[in-house]
């Protein structure tokens, strides 16, 4: 071979092999991930368990993710003539407060909905629908988000109400330290719903495991637990004592299955959605695992409305504050089209006035400092009543409970099977 | 003498010449309906219960080359399917079995009486059939949950009548609550294609039969019963098909893992995270067993074409 044979075939291996590697990627069994350094994933944190594509949050292992590019820049002017398109569950933010923000923004707002997180996230996926704000995101989809790139960093200047009106622990949540990506929308925590006028309050609160009250066979046919395998799970393993409700422990998902499935036989428990807001009130369910924000919410469904009916509605979550707690998040899709107005509306929903607006009407509490939980079930709200009836107490979300309360955080695929697979089990049981 | 050239046999039957793709060409649409909204997405389906997930957002992942194909999850549902779901299945088989019968029972009766004794009233009638077609499935599932309330209509009567000294709770994971909603649900599905069949019923036949002595009752199972054996099985198929995949049904009406048919099942697995691939392996265990009934019923219908 010439020397010139050499460097012409040099120079045409060195075009084609990356085209070779290229096809051959191509060629690649789908769906197989190229392993990549941590250093060079999309964010740091000390629990990375092995085959994962991100480091998974933790309370006591948080995550920063990284920028993967630029926030906007500082000081732009929000886009005129625009229509505001935000991405929420359905019913999850009061139309009156968006009204509000365009009112004083000049703008136009439009509200596309989704029913659960898988469905946000995949029309998100698609790339085709352009929101400004995804609310009501979960922690535990961030991972997804960031690393597939569908978030935008937030220029922290144009969100001034984060710093000076929203609780320390937000300043620098453990999912998202420095909170690059999100903001904090509501707060909750997952109890139990009761009937008051069946089950007195000083009853729940003495018994020495509250949640054996899912299994009196006195209310049988009456007991609502979630449809949703993580909370009715994590019920179960709280009941058993059981704190972590991330375990990959094989062992005590098999209790907890069982302890799913001797509901069924003893007092034919049902899974539902809206037992708590909708079946307490009606008297279809009188014991329900709830979330805080849906039992606050309960009083507006009631088929009567006076102080009467809304003291039958009860709540109990454990008075040490160890119980299951979590909170939602806004954050904006990086294919915004309005993005400075979407920095300004997470902005507003930061700003102590407009989060009690919608707390109001959504029962589910945003994290302001000056929402003293003290003085939540004594405060008038927008309706005249209190924000929160006195009786249901309980349901107040301190910020302490992110301290001493377990949360539910993203499973690694393998885990996440076994708690499906136990979910299975007890729905075909 | 002159030798006509023969004629082919399509001249013979149509009296004209066409180009031989004429007659195939009619069946195009259809064909082309059945590959865009049959074939395609079946084998996308296909390809998801064969595939994987995404590793990031662990959404299914069609995999549309064999070759690469991966039985991995049509192993794990099958354990399930022959093991931990078996109950679910038998259940599913109990209800729909139960529903389907009491759906003839009444459909059957709603439109032998309107085919045969509907007279000048029959567009009114038809129209009264066709009125639940107006209301979505969902909204008249929700009617009966409002019924059924423990404080609902249909408890305040039986108490009032004292046939029940209390409310009924018909909603908590009641069987019979799920195979009244399921009867309730696909019973007009079922009325129609009978009714269509019975009305065309030639009345020369009944009028034999009587003619050769059998009284109305013995008309009806001699003759009538036979001769709509055909729109029975087509109705069965219409409504069964379905029934089988049904989750609506009973999640608004009882919600408890006691009743839980298969389509909630497949309803789950579609729902949850990463569970893409067991869902389409769910859909494709339930198409097979499906096949049963809908091969019987090609096979009826081919032999009743036969004795034509």
Request: with cysteine; charged share 15%; glycine share 6%.
């Amino acid at each position: 071979m010439t020397r010139r044979e050499l460097l012409k075939r040099s120079a045409a291996a060195s075009l084609a092999l990356p085209g070779a590697a290229a096809f051959l990627d191509a060629c690649a069994k789908p769906g197989t991930a190229s392993s990549s350094a941590h250093a060079n994933g999309p964010g740091m944190g000390s629990y990375w368990p092995a085959g994962s594509p991100y480091p998974l949050a933790r309370q006591d292992s948080p995550v920063t993710w990284k920028l993967w590019r630029d926030p906007i820049k500082p000081g732009l002017a929000p886009e005129k003539g625009a229509t505001l398109q935000i991405y929420n569950w359905a019913d999850y933010i009061w139309l009156k407060v968006v009204r509000q923000f365009c009112k004083a923004y000049n703008c136009k707002y439009q509200i596309t909905t989704f029913n659960n997180m898988d469905e946000g996230l995949a029309k998100m996926r698609t790339g085709q629908l352009q929101f400004d704000a995804f609310m009501g995101v979960t922690p535990d989809i961030l991972g997804k988000l960031i690393t597939g790139k569908l978030l935008q960093p937030l220029n922290h200047s144009y969100i001034p109400h984060l710093a000076s009106d929203v609780w320390e622990t937000y300043q620098n949540p453990f999912y998202d330290q420095r909170w690059h990506y999100t903001v904090p929308y509501t707060t909750y925590t997952t109890g139990i719903g009761y009937r008051r006028d069946l089950i007195p309050d000083a009853q729940i609160r003495g018994m020495s495991n509250p949640y054996e009250i899912f299994w009196d066979t006195k209310f049988n046919g009456k007991i609502g637990i979630y449809d949703d395998y993580r909370e009715a799970i994590s019920m179960a393993l709280l009941k058993n004592g059981i704190t972590d409700l991330n375990t990959g422990n094989q062992k005590y998902i098999n209790q907890a299955q069982k302890t799913l499935i001797s509901l069924i036989n003893a007092v034919n428990v049902r899974a539902s959605i809206n037992g708590v807001y909708i079946g307490i009130p009606k008297g279809t369910f009188d014991i329900h695992q709830s979330w805080s924000g849906d039992i606050v919410a309960a009083w507006q469904y009631t088929p009567v409305q006076n102080m009467k009916t809304w003291q039958t509605l009860g709540y109990w979550f454990p008075a040490n504050r160890k119980g299951a707690v979590f909170n939602d998040t806004v954050t904006i899709p990086a294919n915004a089209q309005n993005p400075v107005l979407a920095h300004h509306f997470l902005d507003w929903m930061m700003t102590y006035q407009n989060a009690m607006l919608n707390f109001t009407w959504n029962g589910y509490q945003p994290p302001q400092r000056q929402a003293d939980p003290a003085t939540l079930t004594t405060t008038k709200s927008y309706y005249g009543e209190p924000y929160v009836f006195p009786w249901l107490s309980d349901a107040v979300v301190h910020e302490s409970d992110f301290h001493t309360g377990h949360f539910q955080e993203e499973l690694t695929p393998q885990v996440d099977q076994l708690w499906h697979n136990a979910w299975q089990a007890f729905n075909s049981a | 003498m002159r030798v006509l050239p023969r004629k082919r046999p399509r001249e013979e039957a149509t009296g004209g010449w066409y180009p031989r793709w004429y007659w195939p060409g009619f069946a195009l649409p259809g064909s082309l309906w059945i590959l865009l909204l049959f074939v395609l997405p079946f084998y996308v389906v296909v390809s998801i219960a064969f595939g994987t997930v995404d590793p990031v957002f662990q959404s299914p992942l069609p995999v549309y080359e064999p070759w690469w194909w991966t039985s991995r999850y049509l192993l794990e549902e099958w354990h399930f399917v022959t093991g931990e779901f078996r109950a679910v299945e038998l259940r599913t088989l109990a209800y729909v079995v139960l529903a389907t019968a009491i759906c003839l029972v009444i459909a059957y009766a709603v439109a032998y009486y309107v085919a045969r004794f509907g007279g000048k009233r029959k567009g009114l009638f038809l129209v009264l059939l066709i009125a639940p077609f107006f209301i979505s499935y969902l909204m008249r599932m929700l009617s009966w949950v409002e019924l059924l309330q423990p404080n609902g209509y249909v408890n305040s009567v039986l108490t009032f009548l004292h046939i029940t000294p209390h409310p009924i709770n018909w909603l908590a994971g009641v069987p019979f609550t799920v195979v009244l909603g399921l009867v309730y649900g696909y019973v007009p599905y079922m009325i129609l294609p009978l009714y269509g069949f019975l009305d065309r019923i030639d009345q020369s036949h009944l009028e034999a039969g009587r003619d050769l002595g059998a009284n109305p009752f013995w008309t009806f199972v001699r003759v009538t019963l036979p001769l709509s054996k055909p729109a029975i099985l087509a109705s069965l198929v219409i409504v069964t098909l379905p029934m089988f995949g049904d989750y609506y049904t009973n999640n608004l009406l009882s919600g408890s893992p006691k009743t839980t048919m298969f389509g909630n099942l497949l309803d789950n697995a579609m729902e949850a995270t990463g569970q893409g691939p067991e869902a389409a392996v769910l859909v494709l265990f339930l198409v097979v067993f499906l096949m049963i009934p809908m091969l019987y019923y090609m096979r009826e219908t081919a032999k009743a074409q036969r004795n034509q």
